[in-house]
């Protein structure tokens, strides 16, 4: 969905060294995620958040840390990369007030590379 | 969260109807059933979304029957474009949804 961005689209980065993934939004939703999915193992929530000062973890949250700038930006860390980091991570939105459980749009996906 | 069960793969032949059914048995009176298409190097997309009965949009339809404890995921006439992978979730929207691995379509000329 055009109205939820990522940069960077693809990343190489070497063991140990910090990097961050960011997710923009145009929707005016106060709902933001952050997936990482591999190969046959569908998507894993790492890190979510309800509203600008909500922050909670998700199923797989070590290793990585986020942050909720605004509204539309959310943000995430992996404090020092490892190889089995390497994935394709997804941002999300939604809102709870389009139907009786929101629908995720996602963003067009991170493929991220830890040598 | 109710746990969802679906098969990992299926194949069907370009204008066959596909029918994927995902089983929910622990699923909670207010959780909702929502399905999801992923095609390869995207995120997942909606597709529909239903509590009990049948439901019907432009793209598909979803059988849910009284007990509420399985769905059928219902792709009319399929093509070579709908080859994809589908996730069944069921929740209530006050926690975030549970992806699982999906069902891999893959549909064949």
């Known amino acids: 969905d055009a109205d939820v961005t990522q940069t960077p689209r693809n990343r190489i980065t070497k063991t140990g060294k910090r990097i961050m993934l960011e997710c923009s939004q145009t929707k005016g939703h106060d709902r933001m995620y952050w997936y990482r999915q591999d190969p046959g193992l569908g998507l894993r929530l790492i890190y979510y958040s309800f509203d600008v000062k909500d922050i909670n973890k998700g199923e797989i949250s070590d290793g990585y840390s986020v942050s909720r700038q605004a509204q539309a930006k959310f943000s995430l860390s992996l404090e020092s990369a490892i190889p089995n980091q390497t994935a394709l991570y997804f941002c999300?939105?939604?809102?709870?007030?389009?139907?009786?459980?929101?629908?995720?749009?996602f963003g067009p996906g991170t493929r991220l590379l830890v040598l | 969260l109710a746990k969802t069960t679906q098969p990992i793969s299926m194949d069907s032949y370009e204008g066959q109807e596909v029918n994927i059914t995902c089983s929910h048995n622990?699923?909670?009176?207010?959780?909702?059933i929502t399905w999801y298409q992923q095609f390869p190097s995207q995120g997942p997309r909606f597709i529909i979304q239903?509590?009990?009965t049948k439901v019907t949009n432009e793209v598909a339809s979803l059988f849910i029957p009284a007990d509420r404890k399985s769905s059928t995921l219902s792709l009319p006439r399929v093509s070579l474009s709908d080859t994809a992978v589908y996730y069944c979730?069921?929740?209530?929207?006050?926690?975030?949804?549970?992806f699982g691995k999906g069902t891999r379509l893959s549909v064949i000329a």
């Open positions: 622990n699923i909670a009176t207010n959780d909702y």
């Open positions: 239903g509590y009990k």
């Open positions: 979730l069921a929740g209530s929207g006050n926690t975030p949804l549970v």
């Open positions: 999300a939105t939604s809102d709870p007030g389009q139907r009786e459980v929101e629908t995720q749009y």
